[in-house]
């Protein structure tokens, strides 16, 4: 018998206030119109004062519950991908456990910039597949608003705020068919955010903040997320055509665009969010998956795939056979 993870709720969660291209460029020197050209992004939400990870992460993970129709108790692990999370520790996971009100679960984070909810996903799987648990919480939460400084305009035009959701358990009936996931710690520079009250070299004094080559970024995304694509078809061995639905993380439409063109895949089949919610890091191909699911886009029985690529670099790709 192939014990598979099958998808069987999701959720995701954007917080109220919208700031648009026109606004920032109120207090950066920019213009809707590079970034739009540029990015594909038109505007982004921003989470509240009151709001965090760990609460955004509650909403989808009810919606997912909810979908789902199971008790939060019948969750045996839960793993939240965040690089933004509320405290050091306790993890994200553990307060996200607690905010759900169950305790006969394991909750950890992830943290794998904006591919971490590849790579939660990726265990997740492994979890179901060995037979240790039955059914998982795979979340991706992140407030970027808060570690992007609003005076460069390279970097801020780009994040957003928000939360996704997804349930797995384990089932005869198919589900995630396969999950890669990479890292090459070499990058560091191109794309990093230190943590000032952990500073490795005092002298530097480094604020909280994403830093950035883009451009440098740019070419080895592209590149990067092609190899993926060729490596998860070959382990199914698949075909281009196989894939129904494509849903990226959302950092820039080039990019995007690129990597339907490696799949021959026309952009009416490529889920796309980034216009509205700019670059979510970790929640991004979360958020993006539900949404398609919940419009209809996606349904049972089509085969998706799953991609991300972000600091470290990190990056991977799950195929789900929905
Ligand atoms: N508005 C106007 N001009 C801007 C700008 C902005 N928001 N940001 C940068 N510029 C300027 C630069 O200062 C530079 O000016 P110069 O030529 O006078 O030095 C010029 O635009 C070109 O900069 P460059 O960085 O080469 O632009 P780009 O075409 O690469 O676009 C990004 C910049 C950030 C949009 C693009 O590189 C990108 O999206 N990279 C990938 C980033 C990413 O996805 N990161 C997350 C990975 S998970």
């Known amino acids: 018998m192939i014990r598979y993870s099958r998808v069987i709720g999701t959720g995701?969660?954007?917080?109220?206030?919208?700031?648009?291209?026109?606004q920032i460029s109120q207090t950066v020197d920019t213009s809707d119109s590079w970034i739009y050209e540029r990015t594909g992004i038109k505007s982004r939400r921003i989470a509240g004062p009151d709001e965090s990870a760990a609460s955004m992460a509650e909403i989808a993970a009810r919606q997912a519950i909810d979908a789902a129709q199971i008790n939060p108790e019948e969750i045996d692990l839960i793993i939240v991908a965040t690089g933004t999370p509320d405290r050091i520790y306790p993890s994200t996971g553990c307060l996200l456990q607690q905010r759900l009100g169950i305790k006969n679960t394991v909750a950890f984070d992830v943290q794998a910039a904006c591919s971490g909810s590849i790579f939660a996903l990726s265990i997740a799987d492994q979890y179901i597949k060995s037979g240790a648990v039955r059914t998982v919480l795979v979340v991706g939460s992140e407030i970027c608003s808060r570690i992007v400084d609003w005076t460069d305009r390279s970097t801020c035009i780009l994040f957003g705020d928000g939360a996704g959701a997804i349930l797995l358990r384990a089932s005869e009936e198919t589900g995630v068919l396969s999950t890669h996931i990479h890292s090459d710690g070499e990058y560091e520079d191109l794309l990093y955010c230190p943590n000032p009250q952990v500073a490795i070299d005092a002298n530097k004094h480094?604020?909280?903040?994403?830093?950035?080559?883009?451009?440098?970024?740019?070419?080895?995304?592209?590149?990067?997320?092609?190899?993926?694509?060729?490596?998860?078809?070959?382990?199914?061995?698949?075909?281009?055509?196989?894939?129904?639905?494509?849903?990226?993380?959302?950092?820039?439409?080039?990019?995007?665009?690129?990597?339907?063109?490696?799949?021959?895949?026309?952009?009416?089949?490529?889920?796309?969010?980034?216009?509205?919610?700019?670059?979510?890091?970790?929640?991004?191909?979360?958020?993006?998956?539900?949404?398609?699911?919940?419009?209809?886009?996606?349904?049972?029985?089509?085969?998706?795939?799953l991609e991300a690529f972000g600091a470290g670099f990190t990056w991977g790709s799950a195929l789900i056979k929905y």
């Open 12 to 22: 995701g969660y954007l917080p109220a206030e919208v700031r648009t291209n026109d």
């Open 206 to 305: 480094e604020a909280g903040y994403i830093s950035m080559r883009g451009n440098e970024v740019f070419k080895v995304a592209v590149n990067t997320l092609g190899r993926i694509v060729d490596e998860t078809l070959e382990a199914n061995n698949m075909d281009k055509a196989d894939i129904d639905w494509l849903v990226p993380h959302q950092a820039n439409i080039r990019i995007i665009i690129a990597t339907a063109k490696k799949l021959k895949m026309s952009m009416d089949q490529v889920v796309v969010t980034l216009e509205n919610q700019g670059n979510t890091s970790s929640a991004s191909v979360l958020i993006a998956f539900n949404e398609a699911v919940r419009d209809g886009r996606i349904q049972r029985g089509q085969v998706v795939l």
